[in-house]
């Protein structure tokens, strides 16, 4: 049984597909899956560090490719989470440096060894973003919700549905008491303008980025408030009908409540 | 004041321009129709309509809107006043003209329903002030 094999992918930079990635992938790895991680953002490594690995590379991406090593030697395993693995970029080398081909391999002999197959793709829709969406069966699209980001997501959208492959979205950073004020699109919204399938809802919170900065998963933690959410979003990816927290509008009287707060 | 009734009464923010802007950046995208084209058809337009009544040229709006397989594309055009520019070079207020056009209302009324009208219209079928493209 080989792996599923998908695809984070944007379009645009910074909206989180590293972050998603590596919080995801911790999530399932959680769950019992075992995971591999592909940083396909040659170049610009950053998932090793987001995952505080940066200091166990032996091994990369392109050495793997260009057969320098084993894969597995390049695997890097996750102390926290037996699992789970990443593959780390190479950090001084081009986006060409690696061939849809070569990308491609790795990526089966990957998946032959796990449940899922999580690639990290560099942001743009040049040769970095082909190589990642070319190796993965199916796509997870991360997107904010704002118009440069929404934009992006769409083109990369057209880009996937090109090659037939599934697409699911993921809106990150969601502000529900923006989305009320009617200062920020809703989950709806954006749904609506890419006509995608909806994955997840991730809201806007600073634990990633306390997280991110001590390059832990954030479900290491039991307590953590996103740790939940990536979780829905895991059991959504295996199949799991998994009813959506209703971040958008909530009616007059909900308004009401708020209104009276704030004044 | 009025922020408490701006959160009561929902959203009036900046989500819907965006959402609006999207849209038609979007759809500009997919069709890959320059925004100089959307501007000529426009001009175009207008100019035909012109012919025959005084229309406000600075709040046309033309939009794009998937309808099933295909697209539709919808101008706003308030009309100003109903006159045939070439014929009468006075322009009579759209009260006291008697037209058809004025039969059915003043002209933001028009406007309004005509905009309605073309949303609900098949793109095959030909509305006053909407086109169909594929």
């Known amino acids: 049984m080989t792996a599923r094999k998908i695809v984070l992918t944007s379009g645009k930079g910074g909206v989180g597909k590293t972050t998603t990635t590596a919080n995801l992938g911790a999530t399932l790895a959680k769950r019992g899956k075992r995971v591999i991680l592909i940083d396909a953002d040659i170049g610009l490594r950053n998932l090793d560090l987001v995952l505080g690995l940066e200091k166990r590379i032996v091994f990369d991406l392109v050495e793997v490719a260009e057969g320098r090593c084993q894969l597995r030697q390049a695997l890097i395993k996750d102390k926290r989470f037996e699992s789970l693995s990443i593959l780390p970029a190479a950090q001084t080398r081009e986006k060409d440096a690696i061939s849809l081909q070569q990308f491609s391999a790795i990526v089966e002999l990957a998946a032959e060894q796990a449940d899922y197959v999580l690639i990290d793709c560099p942001a743009g829709i040049e040769t970095g973003f082909r190589n990642a969406v070319g190796g993965a069966s199916e796509a997870i699209v991360v997107t904010t919700p704002e118009v440069s980001a929404i934009r992006d997501a769409d083109r990369v959208v057209g880009k996937i549905a090109d090659e037939g492959k599934p697409i699911r979205l993921i809106v990150n950073r969601l502000r529900p008491e923006m989305v009320r004020t009617g200062d920020m699109l809703s989950v709806e919204d954006v749904c609506e303008v890419l006509a995608v399938e909806l994955l997840g809802v991730v809201p806007d919170d600073e634990e990633v980025i306390d997280t991110t900065n001590r390059g832990e998963p954030i479900v290491l933690n039991d307590s953590s408030r996103l740790g939940a959410i990536y979780d829905k979003i895991a059991r959504r990816l295996e199949g799991e009908i998994v009813p959506f927290t209703n971040f958008d509008g909530q009616g007059f009287f909900g308004r009401l409540i708020d209104a009276l707060k704030a004044g | ?134």
């Open chain 2, 1 to 134: 004041m009025i922020d408490f009734l701006k959160r009561l009464f929902g959203p009036s923010g900046s989500s819907t321009t965006a959402k609006e802007r999207l849209r038609l950046v979007l759809m500009t995208d997919h069709l890959e129709l320059s925004p100089e084209l959307i501007e000529a058809m426009k001009r175009d337009l207008v100019d035909v309509i012109s012919r025959h009544v005084e229309v406000d040229r600075d709040k046309i709006e033309v939009n794009f809107e998937r309808q099933d397989s295909a697209l539709a594309m919808l101008a706003n055009i308030p009309i100003l006043s109903v006159g045939r520019p070439n014929g009468n070079p006075t322009l009579v207020p759209i009260e006291t003209v008697q037209s058809p056009i004025v039969a059915n209302g003043s002209a933001p009324r028009v406007r309004k329903r005509r905009k309605r009208a073309a949303k609900k219209t098949a793109p095959t079928s030909a509305a006053p002030a909407s086109a169909a493209a594929q």
